[in-house]
């Protein structure tokens, strides 16, 4: 390893560092949208069971207490069960806008990672070469391949390193991407499902006893 850190000269060791970067971004954005990532259903199954009793202190505990953005978007909408649906609405809104950039956090550092790493290759290509052309011009002719091989590795070496670091961060940002659209996804379901759940809570509580007996 740290005979091709050599070769590729002084550029290898930014194109390191980002990797390094790289793959420290993307094991803790995986591990955060693992945890971010609950069972929706059960989870709404129980709030709602919760509320249908009253018992609001319960349901805003649970969410307390489970992790992700759903779970922080129903408690919006639960602590504002008792007022008007443009409300719980808007409530829910701000909720889901406070999430995202959670959800996204730093993983535009990943994909400025996967643009600038084959520049950062390309970079070391063009100083290998320059290189190679300063030793042609100092040794002039004849010029021996050996006095050619150190320019052609780094050119070489850099160039590789880039490309690898800038497909496996960008691999790794797409995967990311993926997983935040499924969990927003979800939580935009949620929200529909709570606010369509409280609505309908404060409609039968506002007809009448007798309208509820006639129909």
Same mark, same amino acid.
């Given at each position: 390893?740290? @005979?091709?850190?050599?070769?590729?000269?002084?550029?290898? !060791?930014?194109?390191?560092?980002?990797?390094?970067?790289?793959?420290?971004?993307?094991?803790?954005?995986?591990?955060?949208?693992?945890?971010?990532?609950?069972?929706?259903?059960?989870?709404? &199954?129980?709030?709602?069971?919760? $509320? &249908?009793? &009253?018992?609001?202190?319960?349901? =805003?505990?649970?969410?307390d207490e489970t992790p992700?953005? =759903?779970?922080? =978007?129903?408690?919006?909408?639960?602590?504002?069960?008792?007022?008007?649906?443009?409300?719980?609405?808007?409530?829910?809104?701000?909720?889901?806008?406070?999430?995202?950039?959670?959800?996204?956090?730093?993983?535009?550092?990943?994909?400025?990672?996967a643009h600038i790493a084959?520049? $950062?290759?390309?970079?070391?290509?063009? !100083? @290998?070469?320059?290189?190679?052309?300063?030793?042609? &011009?100092?040794?002039?002719?004849?010029?021996?391949?050996?006095?050619?091989?150190?320019?052609? !590795?780094?050119?070489?070496?850099?160039?590789?390193?880039?490309?690898?670091?800038?497909?496996?961060s960008y691999t790794a940002?797409?995967?990311?991407?993926?997983? =935040?659209?499924?969990?927003?996804?979800?939580?935009?379901?949620?929200?529909?499902?709570?606010?369509?759940?409280?609505?309908?809570?404060?409609?039968?509580?506002?007809?009448?006893?007798?309208?509820?007996?006639?129909?």
């Open positions: 390893m740290f @005979g091709i850190m050599q070769q590729g000269g002084p550029l290898m !060791w930014p194109i390191l560092v980002a990797s390094l970067v790289a793959f420290a971004i993307f094991v803790e954005r995986a591990f955060h949208l693992h945890r971010a990532q609950i069972k929706t259903d059960d989870f709404l &199954k129980g709030i709602t069971t919760i $509320l &249908k009793t &009253k018992r609001i202190a319960e349901a =805003v505990s649970i969410c992700g953005p =759903v779970s922080h =978007v129903v408690r919006a909408a639960v602590l504002h069960h008792d007022r008007d649906r443009a409300t719980i609405r808007q409530a829910i809104g701000d909720a889901g806008l406070a999430e995202i950039p959670r959800l996204e956090k730093n993983m535009n550092i990943l994909a400025t990672v084959p520049l $950062l290759g390309l970079l070391g290509t063009v !100083w @290998g070469m320059m290189r190679t052309l300063l030793v042609i &011009k100092q040794n002039a002719l004849p010029v021996h391949a050996e006095d050619l091989t150190g320019g052609m !590795w780094q050119a070489l070496v850099t160039t590789a390193a880039g490309l690898i670091v800038a497909i496996l940002y797409n995967f990311l991407v993926g997983r =935040v659209q499924s969990i927003l996804i979800e939580l935009e379901r949620a929200a529909n499902e709570i606010l369509a759940f409280l609505a309908g809570s404060r409609a039968e509580e506002s007809t009448p006893a007798a309208d509820r007996t006639e129909s």
